[in-house]
C-alpha cells in the first residue's frame, strides 16, 4: 500500500501560512501609567488600527492591550490630551491587596441607589469592593467591576477591575 505524501505537505503548507497572518500589535510599556496621566508614546504607537473602546457611558477611546508583570490590561487615553482615561483587566492573575480577584462574589449593597452602589455601563460598581494592585507598584484604587449574581441579586460576581476617570461614585 503506498502513502500519499499530499497530506503532509499540506500540513506544511498550513503552518507556514498561519505564520504569515497578522498578529495583533500589543504595546511595550514596562510600567501600568496612572489615570490621568499622559499615555507612553508605546502605547499609542501601538494603535495602528484605530481601536476604540468603550470607556464610559457616552465615551469611546483609544486603547490598546498591554502585558505587564504578567497580567493583561486594556489601557485607553484621551485622543485630545493623550492622557489615560481608562485602565480595565479581566486577568484572573491580578488579586488586590485586598484579597479580591475575576471569579470571586461580593455582597452587593443594593440597587444603584442604594448606599452608593452605582451602574458604570454593562457593570456595577459598589465603593466598598476595591483594592490596590500589589503587582503594578503604585497605590492606585481598582474598583471590582460587577454583574449581579442570577440566582441571588445581592451578590455580584467578579467579573474584572477598572480605572476610569468616568465613574461618578457617590460622596
Excluded at 490621568?36 to 492591550?65: N, Y
Amino acid at each position: 500500500m503506498k502513502v500519499s505524501p499530499f497530506p503532509v505537505f499540506a500540513a506544511a503548507a498550513l503552518f507556514c501560512a498561519t505564520l504569515l497572518l497578522p498578529v495583533p500589535v500589543q504595546a511595550q510599556i514596562d510600567h501600568l501609567p496612572a489615570l490621568g496621566s499622559p499615555a507612553p508614546d508605546a502605547l499609542i504607537a501601538a494603535d495602528k488600527k484605530d481601536k476604540l473602546c468603550r470607556t464610559g457611558p457616552d465615551h469611546r477611546d483609544p486603547c490598546a492591550e498591554v502585558q505587564i508583570n504578567k497580567i493583561r490590561y486594556t489601557i485607553a487615553w484621551n485622543a485630545q490630551t493623550r492622557n489615560v482615561t481608562y485602565i480595565f483587566t479581566d486577568d484572573r492573575n491580578l488579586v488586590t491587596d485586598s484579597g479580591l480577584s475575576v471569579g470571586g462574589t461580593c455582597l452587593v449593597t443594593g440597587s444603584p441607589d442604594d448606599a452608593g452602589t452605582v451602574s458604570y455601563m454593562k457593570w456595577l460598581i459598589d465603593p466598598r469592593w476595591k483594592g490596590v494592585n500589589p503587582k503594578s507598584g503604585d497605590d492606585a484604587v481598582w474598583y471590582a467591576a460587577l454583574h449581579k449574581d442570577d440566582f441571588d441579586p445581592h451578590y455580584g460576581n467578579i467579573v474584572g477591575f477598572v480605572q476610569s476617570q468616568y465613574i461618578e461614585l457617590r460622596k
